[in-house]
């Protein structure tokens, strides 16, 4: 029994938590204090340290005092989740593994949930980010949206710094206020919503005014609401602290923005392009001064002159291998010169990898002050804007100065505002010396003076991805920074008539600050406008927010429709900021439009769950796609985007198309009769891996990767799903393998005998046998086979050597139980093979010694070579059959062994196959795949690969970060806004950008192809309609008074006319609809309006021609 002292006791504990929460959300605040207000709050810390004490004493008696808390469950843990819970808290000495976080010194990455991001940073620039304090000051949409990615990125605090209240007219901008929150303080209102992005980040408030010494606790600052007379005096202090601390000043006014850099007097960029060191396998090395290298034939290289680079595994020359970096010039693909006399080195026999060094780059930044009288080189982003930089170099110092005057910004399309800004412009112009304009754009000026009060969400998106990733420049010291002005504009956007001052008079609605840039009417347009946005991932999450803001599809008329058939995980948490943890499972497109209705409940949104794709045609019908006004493509994959780019083609439909990977981003206008559509031109295929390479000469990790993948599915997938499909129709297996001979009906048959009889599991000490033999397979024996039939001093049929660079000679295994890797290869490779059985797992799965127990009192049969097997050499095979089709036992004598052993199967028998994937760290796969590729990494003498990377490589991850796909956005929908507006092809810009250099390079689209034939011309975008039906005869007829001749007519896959098939002519008087029903077996839907038929033909010189599309109408 407790007595009543220790009731006091316990309800004084009761306090500490809150107290201690308390004072360390305080302790970013403690020096904003007076020197009487830190004497009481020094007194609060050592009470509340003296209460800890004591609690802590106290609590141990209590230990003993008190009854102890039952369990919350007794119920036992079924295998696999127990397996799983083993495998997250105690795997006991197998290989270094990552788990589902790595820790490096105090910090803890969540792999699961950084996978795409650490795949662009790697760990030692996200372990800098986790140590990374950052003030954010001015909590407008620019000031949200850096937060937000700062947030998702995962720094370690982020203070928010507003002293104003929440406007009506901040909502056009920002995604964090509703409208309940007008009259709250900015930092406030933002504070929670901003929490929920990451809760590892620590977000602070900070409401009262800033000095220039409270600067000194982060590890950078960020002001996007702030004079040029503060940000001077904010600016020289950081300059000047030791160590100096990077200062960022962000602005956007209206379609106007700028990005100003300070990172102090020295600062090291340790990565400039956050590229991969580019390498090059040696083919030979001179003895000259300078030496002359080449590489290998297929090997192409990229390495770029004066840069620095290694050498290894030089054979002969061994004096390259000695780890000193060396110069090279005159790069070629296949080669360059080396700054070195080798004259004296040993001769070269053979081998050798040379590899880039990244170098450090130091940067010497000017303060503000001295960088608006010299800026030095902007960064331009257009150049058919060359001239703009300078010019806006002016007009921002030229706002500063009229609202330094005027206390407040001008009018929106006030002729008298607009001109005493264009005075001020012309008077610091007059002042200038060296950098002196010889003549000022005054419409331009007029432009910005009239939006400058407005901040416009596609601008806030943009500049918050561009000034996200230059704090996370700052943090890490990883890729180049803005140095040191960035300008950019789109006035381009705006409407093509000028707007009065009656067309920007506000609304006192959420979208006057939008409205006193492009005018009313370009609201309503947005309001009623009809868009179809295709993915709800990261960039569908960042469209959806940025079309809310703009007011898109908000009105009665308007229909916004979203639509993505994947589901929420955990990994997209990082970049996709509409989710939270508690929506892992459910619909990204309906969580997506819920959430996005919570930023403006207007927004007239339905959520589909389909992906867009020939299948679903039914779904995305000809009466859906008329009703489509615009298509904003936010997909992830190649086959995804040309197929909506076909369907916006033939509907007549512009698309707004972007994509992002990693710091790179594109965006593309896709206007019909304007622009070429997103499928004329493409990025070449990616290289091929030959087959040989992969399964017997790989030369890096990349191929090793491969195959481990390979052979995982193989494996795990295919060969339990083979199994299936005989288990279900056997007869009719068995029958279709007797009419068959062919080699891969054989492999079928060997694959299935070997799962279900000559390698069928039956416990889980079976599958550990079947492991630790494919351990010898793979790493023994095969190498074993490979260099019996190609010794070291094997030649070629030219009497070359056969194991010359890029080919690597192998060395086989020796298996070793106290070898971790070994082992752990064993452990994920049984209880993969016993799950693919249904056998339960033992916990002892996990212990090593017990593991190591079991192992090794496998039997392995010895190695003995073989007669007769077929190694394939060459590199454009596309099957890889190690045995003669003659070799083995017979077909009968297979099938008949299979037959006996499916009797012996329990009723009902189904193999599980297992479907790889990457993001479940207690799933084993990863284990597999990392366990098969470093074993064949030291076969090869290879260098091995951590999880992180096995996991980017193997699970082709494609690397994402928050801040390009910002930016991204943000140039799509001030796209929009030229769309709505009707403007001509030259307004509108396509764009390719990389944050990491930074790089801007924005241009005109290119118009769509035109093909011309007589006195007739046509694009892509044309469509050739028949209203008739017509008889083959009459279309033939038609097409030759164009005087073309056509040989072939098809439907989607179905051929039903070709000139050069004599049967074909009896299908001269059928007509074309009737045609395709009896061909193609079409059902005509009541949504077709008209069959699509594809034609080639020739003119008169016997030339192809690209005709356009032909519909024939179905009524």
């Known amino acids: 029994m407790v007595c009543k002292g220790s009731f006091f006791v316990m309800k004084l504990l009761l306090l500490v938590p809150p107290i201690c929460a308390f004072c360390w959300h305080k302790e970013m605040e403690l020096w904003l204090m007076s020197i009487e207000q830190q004497s009481w709050f020094a007194l609060l810390i050592l009470f509340t340290s003296l209460l800890m004490l004591f609690g802590g004493l106290v609590g141990s008696l209590l230990n003993y005092m008190l009854p102890m808390r039952r369990l919350v469950s007794t119920v036992e843990e079924d295998s696999e989740n127990s397996l799983k819970r083993q495998k997250i808290d105690s795997i006991n000495g197998f290989a270094n593994r990552d788990n589902q976080t790595v820790a490096e010194g105090n910090v803890d990455i969540d792999e699961n949930l950084h996978s795409r991001q650490l795949a662009v940073y790697g760990r030692e620039t996200m372990q800098r980010l986790h140590g990374a304090k950052v003030l954010i000051s001015g909590l407008q949409g620019l000031g949200a949206e850096v937060a937000k990615n700062l947030i998702l990125a995962g720094v370690k605090s982020v203070t928010l710094h507003?002293?104003?209240?929440?406007?009506?007219?901040?909502?056009?901008?920002?995604?964090?206020?509703?409208?309940?929150?007008?009259?709250?303080?900015?930092?406030?209102?933002?504070?929670?919503?901003?929490?929920?992005?990451?809760?590892?980040?620590?977000?602070?408030?900070?409401?009262?005014?800033?000095?220039?010494?409270?600067?000194?606790?982060?590890?950078?600052?960020?002001?996007?609401?702030?004079?040029?007379?503060?940000?001077?005096?904010?600016?020289?202090?950081?300059?000047?602290?030791?160590?100096?601390?990077?200062?960022?000043?962000?602005?956007?006014?209206?379609?106007?923005?700028?990005?100003?850099?300070?990172?102090?007097?020295?600062?090291?960029?340790?990565d400039e392009k956050g590229e991969e060191p580019h390498t090059g396998i040696v083919a030979s090395i001179t003895n000259d001064n300078p030496a002359i290298v080449s590489f290998v034939e297929d090997e192409r290289s990229d390495f770029q002159d004066g840069d620095l680079v290694v050498f290894t595994e030089v054979e002969g020359m061994t004096e390259l291998n000695d780890g000193k970096p060396r110069k090279i010039r005159s790069s070629k693909p296949y080669g360059f010169v080396l700054e070195e006399d080798t004259r004296n080195f040993g001769a070269y026999e053979k081998g050798g990898i040379v590899t880039e060094v990244l170098q450090p780059k130091v940067l010497h930044f000017k303060t503000l002050k001295e960088a608006l009288k010299d800026p030095g080189e902007f960064l331009i982003s257009d150049f058919s804007k060359f001239d703009r930089s300078p010019l806006l170099h002016l007009a921002f110092q030229a706002l500063n100065e009229f609202v330094r005057e005027f206390g407040r910004f001008p009018v929106a399309a006030s002729v008298e505002d607009a001109t005493k800004l264009v005075s001020f412009a012309k008077f610091i112009n007059e002042t200038s010396s060296d950098r002196k304009l010889d003549r000022l754009d005054?419409?331009?000026?007029?432009i910005f003076a009239s939006g400058s009060r407005a901040l416009l969400n596609p601008?806030?998106?943009?500049?918050?991805?561009?000034?996200?990733?230059?704090?996370?420049?700052?943090?890490?010291?990883?890729?180049?920074?803005?140095?040191?002005?960035?300008?950019?504009?789109?006035?381009?956007?705006?409407?093509?008539?000028?707007?009065?001052?009656?067309?920007v008079m506000p609304l006192n609605c959420r979208y006057d600050a939008q409205i006193s840039v492009f005018g009313r009417e370009m609201q309503q347009k947005l309001e009623k406008a009809k868009i179809f946005v295709v993915g709800a991932g990261a960039l569908g999450c960042e469209f959806l927010k940025n079309l809310a803001l703009m007011g898109a599809s908000c009105g009665n008329q308007g229909k916004l429709t979203i639509t993505d058939d994947d589901v929420i995980e955990k990994s997209n948490l990082s970049r996709q900021f509409l989710f939270r943890d508690w929506n892992i499972g459910q619909a990204k497109s309906t969580v997506a439009a819920s959430a996005t209705t919570e930023i403006n409940p207007c927004l007239q949104i339905e959520a589909l769950q389909s992906r867009v794709s020939p299948a679903t045609e039914n779904i995305f019908d000809n009466t859906f796609w008329e009703n489509v006004g615009v298509v904003i493509s936010a997909l992830d994959n190649i086959d995804a985007r040309l197929y909506i780019d076909r369907r916006c083609v033939y509907f007549q439909k512009p698309m707004l198309e972007s994509g992002t990977l990693g710091t790179k981003c594109h965006t593309q206008v896709v206007i019909p009769?304007?622009?070429?559509?997103?499928?004329?031109?493409?990025?070449?295929?990616?290289?091929?891996?030959?087959?040989?390479?992969?399964?017997?000469?790989?030369?890096?990790?990349?191929?090793?990767l491969a195959w481990a993948r390979s052979e995982f599915e193989g494996l795990l997938e295919k060969k339990p799903?083979?199994?299936?499909?005989?288990?279900?129709?056997?007869?009719?297996?068995?029958?279709?393998?007797?009419?068959?001979?062919?080699?891969?009906?054989?492999?079928?048959?060997?694959?299935?005998?070997?799962?279900?009889?000559?390698?069928?599991?039956?416990?889980?000490?079976?599958?550990?046998?079947?492991?630790?033999?494919?351990?010898?397979?793979?790493?023994?024996?095969?190498?074993?086979?490979?260099?019996y039939q190609f010794p070291k001093n094997a030649k070629t049929s030219e009497n070359t050597p056969f194991w010359a660079a890029p080919k690597r000679f192998p060395n086989p295994l020796q298996f070793s139980s106290s070898d971790p890797a070994h082992l752990s290869f064993v452990a994920a490779a049984s209880i993969l093979r016993a799950q693919t059985y249904g056998i339960p797992i033992p916990k002892w799965a996990t212990d090593s010694k017990k593991l190591a127990e079991v192992v090794d009192k496998v039997q392995v049969p010895d190695f003995k070579p073989e007669k007769g097997v077929k190694i394939v050499t060459d590199e454009s095979a596309t099957n890889i059959n190690s045995k003669d089709k003659d070799g083995g036992a017979d077909t009968e004598n297979m099938i008949q062994m299979l037959e006996e052993g499916v009797r012996l199967l329990p009723p009902g028998f189904q193999?599980?196959?297992?479907?790889?994937?990457?993001?479940?760290?207690?799933?084993?796969?990863?284990?597999?795949?990392?366990?098969?590729?470093?074993?064949r990494a030291?076969?090869?003498?290879?260098?091995?690969?951590?999880?992180?990377?096995?996991?980017?490589i193997a699970g082709k991850i494609i690397p994402a970060i928050a801040t390009t796909t910002a930016m991204a956005t943000g140039l799509v929908c001030l796209e929009l806004y030229k769309l709505l507006s009707g403007h001509n092809v030259e307004k509108y810009r396509n764009t390719f950008a990389n944050l990491a250099l930074p790089l801007f390079s924005m241009a005109e689209p290119v118009p769509p192809k035109k093909i011309k034939h007589r006195n007739l011309s046509w694009t892509l975008w044309d469509r050739w309609i028949i209203q008739q039906n017509l008889t083959i005869q009459e279309l033939l007829e038609w097409f030759q008074v164009k005087g073309l001749t056509v040989y072939v007519i098809s439907w989607e896959n179905?051929?039903?006319?070709?000139?050069?098939?004599p049967k074909h002519r009896e299908r001269l008087s059928q007509k074309v609809i009737d045609l395709v029903k009896d061909t193609g077996k079409l059902e005509k839907p009541s949504s077709r309006h008209c069959i699509d038929l594809e034609v080639v033909c020739e003119d008169e010189k016997g030339n192809n021609v690209d005709v356009p599309g032909v519909s024939v109408c179905c009524s």
């Open 459 to 503: 601008m806030a998106a943009m500049f918050g991805g561009i000034t996200g990733q230059e704090v996370i420049k700052a943090c890490s010291g990883k890729f180049h920074p803005i140095f040191q002005f960035f300008y950019f504009d789109s006035a381009e956007s705006l409407p093509v008539c000028a707007l009065r001052p009656e067309d």
């Open 721 to 787: 799903s083979d199994v299936n499909a005989f288990l279900s129709k056997p007869k009719e297996f068995i029958t279709s393998i007797r009419l068959r001979s062919d080699p891969q009906v054989r492999n079928l048959l060997e694959r299935v005998l070997e799962c279900l009889v000559s390698e069928r599991c039956l416990t889980f000490e079976d599958c550990v046998a079947w492991s630790r033999k494919k351990f010898e397979d793979y790493f023994a024996n095969r190498v074993m086979q490979l260099t």
């Open 673 to 704: 009769h304007l622009t070429e559509n997103y499928g004329a031109s493409r990025d070449p295929p990616e290289k091929q891996m030959p087959m040989c390479t992969l399964h017997y000469f790989p030369h890096n990790i990349e191929h090793c």
């Open 162 to 270: 507003d002293e104003g209240v929440v406007e009506m007219w901040d909502l056009s901008s920002n995604f964090l206020f509703t409208e309940n929150d007008i009259g709250k303080n900015r930092a406030l209102a933002s504070v929670k919503k901003l929490q929920e992005l990451n809760t590892s980040v620590v977000v602070f408030t900070w409401t009262s005014k800033i000095s220039k010494e409270q600067l000194s606790n982060f590890q950078a600052v960020v002001f996007t609401q702030i004079d040029y007379e503060r940000a001077i005096e904010f600016s020289d202090y950081c300059h000047s602290h030791n160590p100096s601390i990077p200062f960022i000043k962000a602005e956007i006014r209206g379609l106007f923005g700028s990005v100003f850099c300070d990172f102090g007097p020295e600062f090291t960029v340790f």
């Open 1054 to 1061: 179905v051929l039903l006319y070709n000139a050069f098939f």
């Open 911 to 935: 193999m599980n196959p297992i479907l790889f994937e990457k993001d479940d760290d207690t799933n084993y796969h990863m284990d597999l795949i990392v366990g098969l590729a470093n074993m």
């Open 938 to 952: 030291r076969n090869y003498n290879i260098p091995e690969v951590d999880r992180l990377k096995a996991k980017i």
């Open 442 to 446: 005054e419409n331009v000026l007029r």
